[in-house]
Protein backbone atom coordinates (compact mmCIF):
# COMPACT_ATOMS: atom_id res chain seq x y z
CA UNK A 1 0.00 0.00 0.00
CA UNK A 2 1.44 3.45 -1.04
CA UNK A 3 2.02 6.17 1.35
CA UNK A 4 1.01 8.95 -0.61
CA UNK A 5 -0.69 8.96 -3.69
CA UNK A 6 2.21 8.86 -6.91
CA UNK A 7 0.98 11.96 -7.27
CA UNK A 8 2.54 13.58 -4.37
CA UNK A 9 5.72 12.01 -2.63
CA UNK A 10 7.88 14.47 -0.71
CA UNK A 11 11.69 13.49 -0.61
CA UNK A 12 14.40 15.73 1.15
CA UNK A 13 16.06 17.50 -0.88
CA UNK A 14 18.49 20.31 0.14
CA UNK A 15 20.11 21.73 -2.77
CA UNK A 16 23.19 24.17 -1.49
CA UNK A 17 25.55 26.87 -3.11
CA UNK A 18 28.13 25.38 -5.95
CA UNK A 19 30.08 27.70 -8.54
CA UNK A 20 27.51 29.04 -11.59
CA UNK A 21 27.91 27.41 -14.60
CA UNK A 22 26.77 28.66 -17.84
CA UNK A 23 25.78 25.51 -19.48
CA UNK A 24 23.86 24.40 -16.42
CA UNK A 25 20.45 26.46 -17.74
CA UNK A 26 20.95 25.33 -21.33
CA UNK A 27 21.70 21.30 -20.39
CA UNK A 28 18.14 21.84 -18.37
CA UNK A 29 16.35 23.29 -20.81
CA UNK A 30 17.44 23.06 -24.23
CA UNK A 31 18.77 19.33 -24.30
CA UNK A 32 16.31 18.20 -21.71
CA UNK A 33 13.40 19.94 -22.70
CA UNK A 34 12.24 21.18 -19.31
CA UNK A 35 10.11 24.53 -18.61
CA UNK A 36 11.97 26.13 -15.68
CA UNK A 37 9.36 27.59 -13.06
CA UNK A 38 10.84 30.05 -10.05
CA UNK A 39 8.36 32.56 -10.09
CA UNK A 40 4.79 33.08 -8.56
CA UNK A 41 4.82 29.12 -7.28
CA UNK A 42 1.82 29.61 -5.10
CA UNK A 43 -0.04 30.23 -8.07
CA UNK A 44 1.47 28.26 -10.56
CA UNK A 45 2.84 24.69 -8.79
CA UNK A 46 1.19 24.65 -5.61
CA UNK A 47 -2.50 24.56 -6.58
CA UNK A 48 -1.91 21.56 -9.07
CA UNK A 49 -0.60 19.31 -5.64
CA UNK A 50 -1.66 20.66 -2.34
CA UNK A 51 -5.36 19.61 -1.05
CA UNK A 52 -7.06 20.25 1.84
CA UNK A 53 -5.28 17.70 3.99
CA UNK A 54 -2.15 18.29 2.74
CA UNK A 55 -1.06 22.29 2.44
CA UNK A 56 1.54 22.91 0.11
CA UNK A 57 3.86 26.39 0.54
CA UNK A 58 6.15 27.27 -1.76
CA UNK A 59 8.39 30.23 -1.97
CA UNK A 60 9.56 31.98 -5.00
CA UNK A 61 13.44 31.24 -5.70
CA UNK A 62 15.67 34.41 -4.97
CA UNK A 63 17.99 35.62 -8.25
CA UNK A 64 21.12 34.56 -6.02
CA UNK A 65 20.22 31.04 -5.66
CA UNK A 66 19.46 30.28 -9.08
CA UNK A 67 22.84 29.40 -10.32
CA UNK A 68 23.79 27.86 -7.47
CA UNK A 69 20.32 25.40 -7.74
CA UNK A 70 20.49 25.02 -11.89
CA UNK A 71 24.13 23.28 -11.27
CA UNK A 72 22.70 21.16 -8.75
CA UNK A 73 20.73 19.98 -10.62
CA UNK A 74 21.68 19.43 -13.75
CA UNK A 75 24.15 17.22 -12.30
CA UNK A 76 22.21 15.06 -10.76
CA UNK A 77 19.65 14.74 -13.71
CA UNK A 78 22.72 14.16 -15.73
CA UNK A 79 22.96 11.07 -14.65
CA UNK A 80 20.19 9.62 -16.57
CA UNK A 81 19.66 9.24 -20.67
CA UNK A 82 18.29 12.15 -21.70
CA UNK A 83 15.64 10.26 -23.86
CA UNK A 84 14.28 9.12 -19.98
CA UNK A 85 14.57 12.41 -18.23
CA UNK A 86 12.60 14.72 -21.76
CA UNK A 87 9.90 11.35 -21.28
CA UNK A 88 8.92 11.76 -17.50
CA UNK A 89 10.19 15.31 -16.57
CA UNK A 90 8.13 18.48 -17.81
CA UNK A 91 8.11 20.58 -15.95
CA UNK A 92 11.28 21.55 -12.85
CA UNK A 93 10.10 24.16 -10.06
CA UNK A 94 12.45 25.65 -8.16
CA UNK A 95 11.67 27.11 -5.23
CA UNK A 96 13.93 29.31 -2.24
CA UNK A 97 11.25 26.81 0.73
CA UNK A 98 8.93 24.34 0.64
CA UNK A 99 6.76 23.24 2.82
CA UNK A 100 3.75 20.70 3.48
CA UNK A 101 2.02 19.84 7.09
CA UNK A 102 3.63 22.48 7.86
CA UNK A 103 7.12 20.24 7.39
CA UNK A 104 10.13 22.23 5.63
CA UNK A 105 10.39 19.55 3.24
CA UNK A 106 13.16 19.49 0.47
CA UNK A 107 11.08 18.53 -2.38
CA UNK A 108 8.08 16.72 -4.55
CA UNK A 109 6.82 15.31 -7.99
CA UNK A 110 3.77 15.43 -9.70
CA UNK A 111 3.59 13.72 -12.97
CA UNK A 112 5.64 15.30 -15.20
CA UNK A 113 6.77 17.92 -12.04
CA UNK A 114 9.46 18.16 -9.72
CA UNK A 115 10.02 20.65 -7.70
CA UNK A 116 13.17 21.51 -5.79
CA UNK A 117 14.03 23.21 -2.49
CA UNK A 118 17.13 25.48 -3.23
CA UNK A 119 17.74 26.78 0.49
CA UNK A 120 21.00 26.60 1.05
CA UNK A 121 21.28 23.85 4.41
CA UNK A 122 23.58 23.60 7.38
CA UNK A 123 22.81 19.80 7.16
CA UNK A 124 25.08 17.85 4.85
CA UNK A 125 24.20 19.50 1.25
CA UNK A 126 26.39 16.80 -1.04
CA UNK A 127 24.75 13.78 0.58
CA UNK A 128 21.05 15.48 0.54
CA UNK A 129 20.94 16.61 -3.39
CA UNK A 130 20.79 12.42 -3.59
CA UNK A 131 17.20 12.66 -2.91
CA UNK A 132 16.37 13.96 -6.07
CA UNK A 133 16.24 10.52 -7.63
CA UNK A 134 13.52 9.79 -5.24
CA UNK A 135 11.48 12.49 -7.02
CA UNK A 136 12.66 10.67 -10.13
CA UNK A 137 12.23 7.06 -8.99
CA UNK A 138 8.46 8.53 -8.33
CA UNK A 139 8.16 9.27 -11.62
CA UNK A 140 9.27 6.10 -12.78
CA UNK A 141 7.30 4.06 -10.86
CA UNK A 142 4.21 5.98 -12.90
CA UNK A 143 5.24 4.40 -16.10
CA UNK A 144 7.09 0.87 -14.59
CA UNK A 145 6.47 -1.24 -11.68
CA UNK A 146 8.89 -3.84 -10.14
CA UNK A 147 6.60 -6.99 -9.43
CA UNK A 148 5.92 -6.29 -5.78
CA UNK A 149 5.11 -9.41 -4.73
CA UNK A 150 8.55 -9.88 -5.48
CA UNK A 151 10.06 -7.22 -3.92
CA UNK A 152 8.08 -7.92 -0.97
CA UNK A 153 9.87 -11.52 -0.58
CA UNK A 154 13.21 -9.87 0.37
CA UNK A 155 11.48 -7.89 3.28
CA UNK A 156 11.92 -10.07 6.89
CA UNK A 157 9.05 -12.55 7.45
CA UNK A 158 6.19 -10.45 9.23
CA UNK A 159 6.66 -7.09 7.87
CA UNK A 160 4.75 -4.93 7.45
CA UNK A 161 5.18 -1.38 5.61
CA UNK A 162 4.03 1.81 7.72
CA UNK A 163 0.72 4.66 7.32
CA UNK A 164 0.83 8.09 6.23
CA UNK A 165 1.39 9.51 9.86
CA UNK A 166 4.70 6.92 10.29
CA UNK A 167 5.65 8.78 6.73
CA UNK A 168 5.09 12.39 8.03
CA UNK A 169 7.44 11.26 11.80
CA UNK A 170 10.26 9.91 9.56
CA UNK A 171 9.81 12.95 7.25
CA UNK A 172 10.95 15.15 10.47
CA UNK A 173 13.78 12.94 11.40
CA UNK A 174 17.02 14.47 10.06
CA UNK A 175 18.13 10.88 9.95
CA UNK A 176 15.54 9.52 8.36
CA UNK A 177 17.18 9.17 5.04
CA UNK A 178 20.65 7.61 6.29
CA UNK A 179 21.44 4.07 5.67
CA UNK A 180 22.51 1.76 8.43
CA UNK A 181 23.81 -1.99 9.38
CA UNK A 182 20.43 -3.31 10.76
CA UNK A 183 18.46 -1.62 8.52
CA UNK A 184 20.73 -2.80 5.69
CA UNK A 185 20.14 -6.76 7.19
CA UNK A 186 16.53 -6.44 7.09
CA UNK A 187 17.21 -5.22 2.91
CA UNK A 188 16.21 -1.78 3.12
CA UNK A 189 18.14 1.46 2.59
CA UNK A 190 16.50 3.99 4.65
CA UNK A 191 14.47 4.21 7.61
CA UNK A 192 11.91 6.21 5.23
CA UNK A 193 11.45 3.30 2.90
CA UNK A 194 10.08 1.17 5.84
CA UNK A 195 6.83 3.72 5.27
CA UNK A 196 6.01 2.33 2.16
CA UNK A 197 6.87 -0.26 -0.61
CA UNK A 198 7.15 2.97 -3.46
CA UNK A 199 9.06 4.47 -0.93
CA UNK A 200 11.24 1.67 -0.69
CA UNK A 201 11.33 1.76 -3.76
CA UNK A 202 12.49 5.14 -4.15
CA UNK A 203 15.32 5.05 -1.23
CA UNK A 204 16.88 2.92 -3.02
CA UNK A 205 17.25 4.92 -6.28
CA UNK A 206 18.52 7.60 -4.00
CA UNK A 207 21.37 5.46 -3.13
CA UNK A 208 22.00 3.95 -6.37
CA UNK A 209 21.97 7.02 -8.30
CA UNK A 210 23.28 9.20 -5.77
CA UNK A 211 25.77 6.86 -3.52
CA UNK A 212 26.68 3.92 -5.55
CA UNK A 213 30.03 2.87 -4.12
CA UNK A 214 28.06 2.88 -0.83
CA UNK A 215 25.11 0.69 -1.95
CA UNK A 216 27.60 -1.64 -3.54
CA UNK A 217 29.54 -1.45 -0.38
CA UNK A 218 26.72 -2.76 1.46
CA UNK A 219 26.01 -5.72 -0.47
CA UNK A 220 28.26 -8.27 -0.49
CA UNK A 221 25.99 -11.28 1.54
CA UNK A 222 23.00 -9.43 1.51
CA UNK A 223 20.35 -11.22 -0.28
CA UNK A 224 17.51 -9.00 0.69
CA UNK A 225 19.35 -6.00 -0.55
CA UNK A 226 20.44 -7.30 -3.90
CA UNK A 227 17.09 -9.18 -4.42
CA UNK A 228 15.78 -5.33 -4.60
CA UNK A 229 18.56 -3.77 -6.22
CA UNK A 230 17.81 -6.38 -9.19
CA UNK A 231 14.07 -5.66 -9.02
CA UNK A 232 15.25 -1.85 -9.32
CA UNK A 233 17.85 -2.00 -12.29
CA UNK A 234 15.12 -4.02 -14.14
CA UNK A 235 12.43 -1.45 -13.92
CA UNK A 236 14.54 1.16 -15.20
CA UNK A 237 15.89 -0.73 -17.81
CA UNK A 238 11.96 -1.19 -19.07
CA UNK A 239 12.01 2.34 -19.82
CA UNK A 240 15.81 3.24 -20.71
CA UNK A 241 17.84 -0.22 -21.87
CA UNK A 242 20.83 2.03 -22.28
CA UNK A 243 20.55 3.03 -18.14
CA UNK A 244 22.42 -0.79 -17.63
CA UNK A 245 25.77 1.13 -18.86
CA UNK A 246 25.37 3.21 -15.59
CA UNK A 247 24.59 -0.03 -13.36
CA UNK A 248 27.34 -1.45 -15.15
CA UNK A 249 29.58 1.03 -14.65
CA UNK A 250 29.25 1.88 -11.32
CA UNK A 251 29.87 -1.72 -10.13
CA UNK A 252 26.35 -2.20 -9.13
CA UNK A 253 24.87 -5.15 -11.95
CA UNK A 254 28.01 -7.15 -10.54
CA UNK A 255 27.26 -6.28 -6.78
CA UNK A 256 23.17 -7.30 -7.17
CA UNK A 257 24.11 -11.43 -7.93
Known sequence: MAILSRAFCIGILLVG?????ANDLDMLR??????IVTQNLSTRIVPTVARPDRPVTMRDLADADRQPCLHRVSDALSIYPPALVRSLVHTLALADMIHAWDIRIGGFHAP??????????????????ASLHNSFAALVLMHAQP?????????????RYGDETTYKHEL????????????????FATALGMTGR?????????RAFGHPADLVAALPGNTRMQGKLRLLMKTYQ??????ENRFTADGLAAAAH
Open 17 to 21: SAPAR
Open 30 to 35: DRLGLS
Open 112 to 129: GLIAVSCEAADLNVAYEI
Open 147 to 159: DWSEWEKFNPDGF
Open 172 to 187: QDPGASDGGSLLNRDG
Open 198 to 206: ENDFESYAQ
Open 238 to 243: SLAPDI
